[in-house]
């Protein structure tokens, strides 16, 4: 079966500190695997695609990374601000299958002053 | 350059209506993606259209259905409505559904959703 695992569920830290997000996915055939960002009633903001052959991608102050052979990626945040408390959401896009995207749980972090 | 627009952003309804949401994808972009969001559930895809044709379609029943016009614009319309239906609704859209295109990422931009409320 297709899934999406994202942990941890929800995390608190405080402002300054990093912090890295974990996502396993059993998705195949794979295409690609995409990070976004969603604050509180909005839509989700895209941070990161990576293909298959890539195993490190960055976005300022987010790094993801990922491993094709253990089907594993995370998203590591540096240096946190407030404006980074929002819900993370790992999304697997099978291959040949458009975007009928397959979504993780996400994980909610709140970053306190 | 515009983003992807939907309307309305917050709705009620009603047990046994039907609704309908509507998007405006970016100018240029052909393609125009659905997905459920619930607290419970998560997201969820519903339906993707590509040059006003269904390319592929989510386990959602038959309640649920949506249409692309030829200026890529697309509504989708949700009959008889159950409780469950209560979600945010948001639209993507991206230049093209399948990779392969030159400089083509397949990234998806997502509209701000529509917030359904069924009573």
């Known amino acids: 079966k297709n899934q999406v695992e994202q942990s941890p569920q929800s995390l608190i830290i405080l402002e300054g500190k990093n912090c890295t997000l974990q996502?396993?996915?059993?998705?195949?055939?794979?295409?690609?695997l995409r990070w976004y960002k969603q604050d509180t009633g909005r839509g989700p903001v895209s941070l990161t695609i990576?293909?298959?052959?890539?195993n490190t991608k960055s976005n300022g102050r987010y790094t993801a990374t990922l491993d094709a052979d253990t089907k594993q990626s995370s998203l590591h945040i540096t240096a946190s601000q407030l404006s980074d408390s929002a819900s993370y959401i790992c999304?697997?896009?099978?291959?040949?299958?458009?975007?009928?995207?397959?979504f993780g749980g996400g994980t909610r972090l709140m970053v306190k002053p | 350059k515009a983003g992807v627009t939907q309307t309305p952003r917050y709705l009620i309804k009603t047990r046994g209506q039907q609704v309908t949401l509507s998007c405006s994808p970016i100018?240029?972009?052909?393609?125009v993606s659905w997905y459920q969001q619930t607290p419970g559930q998560g997201l969820q895809f519903l339906f993707e259209?590509?040059?006003?044709?269904?390319?592929n379609k989510g386990n959602f029943p038959g309640r649920f259905s949506g249409r692309q016009f030829s200026n890529s614009r697309s509504e989708m319309n949700v009959s008889t409505l159950e409780l469950g239906d209560s979600a945010l609704y948001l639209c993507?859209?991206?230049?093209?559904?399948?990779?392969?295109?030159?400089?083509?990422?397949?990234?998806?931009?997502f509209g701000e959703g529509s917030r359904l409320t069924v009573l």
């Open positions: 993507a859209s991206s230049r093209a559904s399948f990779m392969g295109l030159a400089g083509e990422t397949g990234e998806l931009f």
């Open positions: 996502c396993n996915y059993t998705v195949s055939p794979f295409s690609n």
């Open positions: 990576m293909t298959f052959s890539e």
């Open positions: 999304v697997v896009r099978r291959g040949n299958a458009g975007n009928m995207l397959t």
């Open positions: 100018s240029g972009h052909r393609s």
């Open positions: 259209y590509f040059s006003e044709t269904q390319r």
